[in-house]
């Protein structure tokens, strides 16, 4: 069984696989559309960083498919329905996955897990700038939602650099914007 990850699967699966191919999935995009009180926010505040990847006729979306085999599977998929579908809203569809190897043939049928707008954590479009500010005030069990952000753009960036991810660069551009204007404020009330 392969299952995609497009999010912070691809630093961070949580589960034990074989072998690993970056790649995309044709027909969708990411987008941080999708609400989280449990690993990057809290019931006090929904927040933008769980991405979700919404029908796009000619978008593509990369990421990391992860190969499970034997006793990998049933463990990987109690792990991931309750990572993704049950704390998160997510479910789950059959989707080509095509590697980024030259020599790859065929495309490989993948696992991948998506929120759809009606579930209840989808909290739908919104302005760069507003999920950035969301994404810098957010944290939960799994961590600050800066990470998340940082690490996949650093993924896209490293891994994947033909792909553009506009929406992506443009709330991690957003954020780093907004940064500095948060240390200042610190420093100022400091010296006040």
């Keep these: 069984v392969w299952i995609f990850g497009y999010g912070s699967l691809v630093w961070r699966p949580g589960f034990e696989f074989t072998s690993r191919k970056v790649g995309f999935i044709r027909g969708y995009s990411r987008r941080f559309w999708q609400g989280d009180t449990f690993h990057r926010g ?28 034997g006793e990998q599977i049933a463990a990987s998929l109690q792990y991931l329905n309750m990572r993704e579908a049950v704390l998160g809203g997510y479910d789950t569809k059959l989707v080509k996955f095509y590697p980024q190897e030259k020599d790859a043939e065929e495309p490989i049928l993948a696992l991948v897990y998506i929120a759809t707008p009606q579930n209840p954590s989808y909290l739908g479009p919104a302005s760069e700038e507003d999920i950035a500010a969301q994404i ?56 006040t």
């Design 42 to 69: 809290s019931e006090r505040m929904l927040q933008h960083p769980i991405t979700t990847v919404l029908f796009h006729s000619q978008a593509c979306t990369w990421g990391v498919a992860y190969e499970v085999r």
């Design 136 to 191: 810098i005030v957010s944290s939960g069990c799994a961590g600050h939602n800066i990470e998340y952000l940082l690490r996949l753009a650093d993924f896209m960036r490293y891994f994947c650099p033909q792909a553009e991810d506009k929406h992506l660069f443009s709330i991690e551009e957003a954020l780093i914007s907004i940064l500095p204007c948060l240390y200042y404020t610190e420093e100022s009330r400091e010296e």
